[in-house]
């Protein structure tokens, strides 16, 4: 135990000593590797592994800090302020709360579900309960003055629910302009791509919005009808299914097309051996557990992108997970293009 222990700490001294390398590929393209975090308290990790600002801070862990008690504007306002400090100029997006799911809130929920997963829960709740959506706001839009934010809303899957958050949103600012608050109205405004239907239809979103962020976990769960967490089916969870690849090229495509930014932020950005891949599809931004980007900024700087079109090419072709992995680990394995 002792001799796997000394074996761990030489392999996180290696590691961290990439911390103050650029996170670029052998052919020198550049790639954003940020964290994810629940609490101010990781931006620590953060900084330690060498993230490049924050790709998602979970806000309903302050909900849940403070539960039964809903927090009030001004410590929604601390807190964010907190956080945007901490690593600007750097960019910091924060996800509004996605409630609901398996994150029962008592306080908000009002009702009991059936199936809370594709209940209630995330832009649907917040929409449905303006008090508590507009207290996270208030905080939001006063807390990006002079800092970097941007807003992430969660379980998007229609146009409609983008326009219910803009005309909602317009109300705010209007309403801190009439108080004299002062506050940022130009925070860029994001979707997460999570729900099967808003990945399908991202050409139309990308015109609404200003970033993707791609949520993996749920997007897999929600596209192959697999809960990861069932003992059952969970060998059915498969990242590199032919489905998920193919939706994940359209929904990279979209954005790309449309001129905005597209990350992932799911735990797919974690992975080393999927780096090639995702990176292949046109990814420049990927959002992780602060302590996964060493190993993932090694393996960037392991490969050459322009090895990866025929990878990619040949990986949309198959027709299973398993065809997908052994291509994906032969290319790992030689570094030589796909034939």
Not at 202 to 215: N, T, W, Y
Not at 252 to 271: L, Q, R, Y
Request: hydrophobic share 40%.
């Amino acid at each position: 135990f002792q001799d796997r222990q000394r074996e761990y700490s030489d392999h996180e001294k290696e590691l961290l000593s990439t911390e103050s390398l650029p996170c670029v590929t052998r052919d020198g393209v550049e790639v954003h590797l940020m964290a994810n975090i629940d609490l101010p308290e990781e931006i620590a990790d953060a900084h330690r592994f060498g993230a490049k600002g924050v790709g998602l801070y979970r806000s309903e862990f302050l909900y849940i800090e403070r539960s039964p008690h809903l927090p009030s504007e001004e410590e929604h306002y601390e807190l964010y302020r907190e956080i945007l400090d901490s690593v600007h100029p750097e960019p910091v997006v924060i996800r509004t709360f996605d409630l609901g799911g398996r994150k029962l809130a008592r306080e908000v929920m009002e009702t009991e579900e059936d199936n809370p997963v594709l209940g209630l829960r995330g832009i649907r709740l917040t929409l449905a309960r303006p008090q508590i959506f507009r207290t996270q706001l208030r905080a939001l839009y006063r807390a990006a003055v002079d800092r970097n934010l941007w807003i992430l809303l969660p379980m998007i899957s229609s146009l409609d629910e983008i326009e219910q958050y803009k005309r909602f949103a317009g109300l705010i600012l209007q309403e801190l302009e009439r108080e004299g608050l002062e506050h940022n109205p130009d925070c860029r405004l994001g979707i997460m791509i999570e729900v099967p239907a808003a990945a399908m239809v991202a050409d139309v979103l990308a015109k609404e919005v200003d970033f993707f962020s791609i949520g993996t976990n749920d997007l897999i769960q929600y596209s192959l009808a697999v809960d990861r967490n069932n003992e059952h089916v969970a060998y059915l969870y498969r990242p590199l299914h032919p489905a998920i690849l193919r939706m994940l090229r359209f929904v990279i495509d979209s954005a790309t097309k449309a001129g905005i930014d597209v990350s992932m932020c799911g735990e797919m950005a974690g992975d080393r051996h999927y780096a090639p891949l995702l990176l292949g599809m046109g990814l420049r931004r990927l959002s992780l557990s602060p302590r996964s980007i060493p190993e993932v900024k090694t393996q960037i700087r392991q490969i050459s992108l322009s090895d990866m079109p025929s990878v990619i090419d040949k990986c949309v072709t198959f027709s299973t997970a398993d065809e997908v992995e052994k291509c994906l680990e032969r290319f790992l394995t030689t570094q030589e293009p796909v034939l």
